[in-house]
């Protein structure tokens, strides 16, 4: 296990994620949680939905196994890029003549004077698709490369953007704000496009892809294709679960008080954090790794490294957790209480926050172990575990929205994380997981947990009474 990997690719994306939140924390100053953040949410909530799903999974996931075993790799790879980019183009061309349609199934309970007002705003943010596609298939290359850095850093150039265009349009109404951000996001896309062009430049990685499109209609390349439709429909249906999830809950938050929505996104930002620095990181790095030492015949690295990242990721997602749950309400306060975000905003922010936290560890740990299916080309058992999570947190999330409201919807979140976990770690086998656990470290991570959750529990005493006085 390459631990600079790990750590560069972590740095990278807590850059990413750090100015994130301060997109968020401009973005509540502005708008607060008001009607308008939760019509730009809608608007931006399609297209993020699917950059989760190529870039954080599906495409990687298929591409990668598929691209390290490929005799004619420069042929390949443009063969499967001009496919997806243009099947993206005709898509986004749709949602550019039929807003309404797409904004409509997005938010259900919405009036047609809400919906009107949040279409034209999802035709623009939906190119944005179109860009990070080329980014997630850049990105796959070069962490083939083991060159994590760029793409791990570039998401803050689509915060820095929009930024940028909440500064300079604070003062002005609501409507001009969410149109400038709209437009904020196509900008960020491209100057991700543009940092890994020339990442591409520097690794030589381009001479691949013009050969690859100088001999691009190659026959022998047709079984290699065949073999990635196999793997990535899977993996896509797979990948889709927890986004699906999400999406999900932000239909059934549309039925709920006005806020709701903007309170499962900034309380999910917050979780999405520790997720992405620890869990994500550490799985991006070691992915290549893995495929390469399946791909020779070396599963004993490949499961060593599986465990040494087991109790990183134990230990580190373990105190996340912890500072989430009792620290709920300081870290909201702090990161947005500010401007039209008010108290009772935080209240409700925190108590989301709380439910999602309890699902970080079981979460963050199948991002490790579902690595193995995937590079053992079991992509179909991935999607099917992750449909039954899916189907379990659909009823759930109804269940209990019910009976706790927008904070039942987190809850129900974190128990399909559970259910994911179980089911994976049984699909690689439980034998390697209790060989993992099988150790007199799990005593000390837990007491060290145990240690830590008093310490923050005073820490939060100390906080709670200084900032409500």
Same mark, same amino acid.
């Given at each position: 296990m390459k631990l600079k990997?790990?750590?560069?690719?972590?740095?990278?994306?807590l850059f990413s994620r750090v100015t994130g939140l301060g997109r968020d924390v401009v973005m509540a100053s502005a708008l607060g949680a008001s009607i308008y953040t939760d019509i730009f949410f809608v608007a931006f909530k399609l297209p993020n939905l699917f950059r989760?799903?190529?870039?954080?999974g599906a495409f990687t996931q298929a591409f990668m196994p598929s691209f390290v075993a490929s005799r004619q790799k420069g042929v390949f790879a443009t063969a499967i890029f001009l496919r997806f980019m243009l099947i993206l183009i005709g898509f986004s061309l749709l949602v550019t003549f039929f807003p309404e349609l797409l904004t409509k199934s997005i938010a259900w309970d919405w009036s047609d004077e809400q919906i009107a007002q949040t279409a034209p705003l999802t035709a623009i943010n939906f190119w944005y698709l179109d860009l990070v596609f080329i980014v997630t298939f850049l990105a796959t290359l070069l962490q083939y490369r083991e060159h994590f850095a760029t793409t791990a850093?570039?998401?803050?150039?689509?915060?820095?953007s929009m930024i940028s265009a909440l500064l300079l349009y604070m003062k002005e109404e609501p409507q001009t704000i969410v149109i400038a951000l709209s437009i904020a996001v196509l900008i960020g896309g491209l100057l991700q496009v543009i940092a890994h062009v020339i990442a591409i430049k520097k690794l030589n990685m381009h001479?691949?892809?013009?050969g690859g499109w100088k001999y691009r209609k190659k026959k022998d390349v047709k079984a290699e294709e065949k073999k990635f439709n196999k793997?990535?429909?899977?993996?896509?249906?797979?990948?889709?679960?927890?986004?699906?999830?999400a999406f999900l809950d932000t239909i059934l938050a549309s039925f709920l008080l006005t806020g709701s929505i903007s309170y499962l996104y900034f309380a999910n930002r917050v979780f999405q954090l520790p997720l992405a620095i620890i869990a994500i990181a550490t799985s991006v790095a070691l992915f290549p790794m893995i495929s390469k030492a399946i791909h020779r015949g070396d599963t004993k690295e490949a499961y060593s490294n599986l465990g040494k990242a087991f109790w990183l990721l134990f230990s580190l997602l373990g105190i996340a957790t912890l500072m989430g749950i009792i620290l709920a309400e300081p870290i909201v306060w702090l990161l947005l209480e500010r401007g039209a975000f008010t108290v009772e905003n935080t209240i409700q922010t925190a108590g989301v926050l709380s439910m999602y936290m309890l699902g970080l560890l079981p979460h963050g740990l199948t991002k490790l172990f579902a690595m193995f299916l995937y590079a053992n080309h079991q992509h179909t058992k991935a999607a099917k575990i992750a449909t039954i999570a899916l189907v379990l947190?659909?009823?759930?999330?109804?269940?209990?929205?019910n009976l706790m409201g927008v904070t039942g919807l987190a809850l129900a979140g974190s128990v399909g994380g559970i259910?994911?976990?179980?089911?994976?770690?049984?699909?690689?086998?439980? @034998?390697?997981?209790?060989?993992i656990?099988?150790?007199?470290?799990?005593?000390?991570?837990?007491?060290?947990?145990?240690?830590?959750?008093?310490?923050?529990? @005073?820490?939060?005493?100390?906080f709670m009474g200084w900032i409500r006085g």
């Amino acid at each position: 296990m390459k631990l600079k990997s790990i750590f560069t690719n972590s740095f990278g994306i807590l850059f990413s994620r750090v100015t994130g939140l301060g997109r968020d924390v401009v973005m509540a100053s502005a708008l607060g949680a008001s009607i308008y953040t939760d019509i730009f949410f809608v608007a931006f909530k399609l297209p993020n939905l699917f950059r989760r799903i190529f870039a954080e999974g599906a495409f990687t996931q298929a591409f990668m196994p598929s691209f390290v075993a490929s005799r004619q790799k420069g042929v390949f790879a443009t063969a499967i890029f001009l496919r997806f980019m243009l099947i993206l183009i005709g898509f986004s061309l749709l949602v550019t003549f039929f807003p309404e349609l797409l904004t409509k199934s997005i938010a259900w309970d919405w009036s047609d004077e809400q919906i009107a007002q949040t279409a034209p705003l999802t035709a623009i943010n939906f190119w944005y698709l179109d860009l990070v596609f080329i980014v997630t298939f850049l990105a796959t290359l070069l962490q083939y490369r083991e060159h994590f850095a760029t793409t791990a850093m570039s998401t803050a150039l689509l915060n820095i953007s929009m930024i940028s265009a909440l500064l300079l349009y604070m003062k002005e109404e609501p409507q001009t704000i969410v149109i400038a951000l709209s437009i904020a996001v196509l900008i960020g896309g491209l100057l991700q496009v543009i940092a890994h062009v020339i990442a591409i430049k520097k690794l030589n990685m381009h001479k691949i892809l013009i050969g690859g499109w100088k001999y691009r209609k190659k026959k022998d390349v047709k079984a290699e294709e065949k073999k990635f439709n196999k793997l990535f429909f899977p993996s896509m249906w797979g990948n889709s679960m927890p986004q699906i999830s999400a999406f999900l809950d932000t239909i059934l938050a549309s039925f709920l008080l006005t806020g709701s929505i903007s309170y499962l996104y900034f309380a999910n930002r917050v979780f999405q954090l520790p997720l992405a620095i620890i869990a994500i990181a550490t799985s991006v790095a070691l992915f290549p790794m893995i495929s390469k030492a399946i791909h020779r015949g070396d599963t004993k690295e490949a499961y060593s490294n599986l465990g040494k990242a087991f109790w990183l990721l134990f230990s580190l997602l373990g105190i996340a957790t912890l500072m989430g749950i009792i620290l709920a309400e300081p870290i909201v306060w702090l990161l947005l209480e500010r401007g039209a975000f008010t108290v009772e905003n935080t209240i409700q922010t925190a108590g989301v926050l709380s439910m999602y936290m309890l699902g970080l560890l079981p979460h963050g740990l199948t991002k490790l172990f579902a690595m193995f299916l995937y590079a053992n080309h079991q992509h179909t058992k991935a999607a099917k575990i992750a449909t039954i999570a899916l189907v379990l947190n659909v009823i759930v999330s109804i269940i209990l929205m019910n009976l706790m409201g927008v904070t039942g919807l987190a809850l129900a979140g974190s128990v399909g994380g559970i259910v994911l976990f179980t089911l994976t770690v049984r699909e690689v086998g439980t @034998e390697h997981f209790f060989e993992i656990v099988n150790s007199k470290k799990l005593i000390y991570v837990i007491l060290g947990l145990i240690v830590s959750a008093f310490i923050l529990i @005073e820490i939060n005493n100390l906080f709670m009474g200084w900032i409500r006085g």
